[in-house]
C-alpha cells in the first residue's frame, strides 16, 4: 500500500508561483515514477507532468511546459511540482499519483495510487 499526501496550494494571482509537494510512505520510492494530474470542476482528470525514477525523464502536458517544473527527492521520499507564471485556466485541484512501476505513465488509468489532492486557485 502506498500513502500520498499533497501541501502547498493555495490562492495566488496571475503570474504569480507556488510549490507543490507530495509525500510518499509504503513502499521504495525511489524505484517508482510520479505523477501530477489536475481537475478542474466540470472537467476530466487531466495530465501534467511525471517523473522518471532517476529524474532523468520528466515530460509536461503543452499548457504548462515551460512554466511548470517536476522534480523529486529520493531521500525524502517527496516529489514537487513548482508551478511559475500561473494563469487563471491553472485552477483546478492537483492530484499525486503513483503508477505500478519506474517508467513514465500519461494516463489517469495507468496509477494505482493517489493523493487527496490540493486546490490551487489563480486570481485573474
Known amino acids: 500500500q502506498v500513502q500520498l499526501v499533497e501541501s502547498g496550494g493555495g490562492l495566488v494571482q496571475t503570474g504569480g508561483s507556488l510549490r507543490l509537494s507530495c509525500a510518499a510512505s509504503?513502499?521504495?520510492?525511489?524505484?517508482?515514477?510520479m505523477g501530477w494530474f489536475r481537475q478542474a470542476p466540470g472537467k476530466e482528470r487531466e495530465f501534467v507532468a511525471a517523473?522518471?525514477?532517476?529524474?532523468?525523464?520528466?515530460p509536461y502536458a503543452g499548457s504548462v511546459k515551460g512554466r511548470f517544473t517536476i522534480s523529486r527527492d529520493n531521500a525524502k521520499k517527496t516529489v514537487y511540482l513548482q508551478m511559475n507564471s500561473l494563469k487563471p485556466e491553472d485552477t483546478a485541484v492537483y492530484y499525486c499519483?503513483?503508477?505500478?512501476?519506474?517508467?513514465?505513465?500519461?494516463?489517469?488509468?495507468?496509477?494505482?495510487?493517489w493523493g487527496q489532492g490540493t486546490q490551487v486557485t489563480v486570481s485573474s
Open positions: 517523473i522518471d525514477w532517476s529524474g532523468g525523464n520528466t
Open positions: 499519483a503513483a503508477p505500478p512501476g519506474g517508467s513514465i505513465r500519461v494516463r489517469p488509468m495507468e496509477y494505482d495510487y
Open positions: 509504503g513502499r521504495a520510492f525511489s524505484s517508482y515514477a
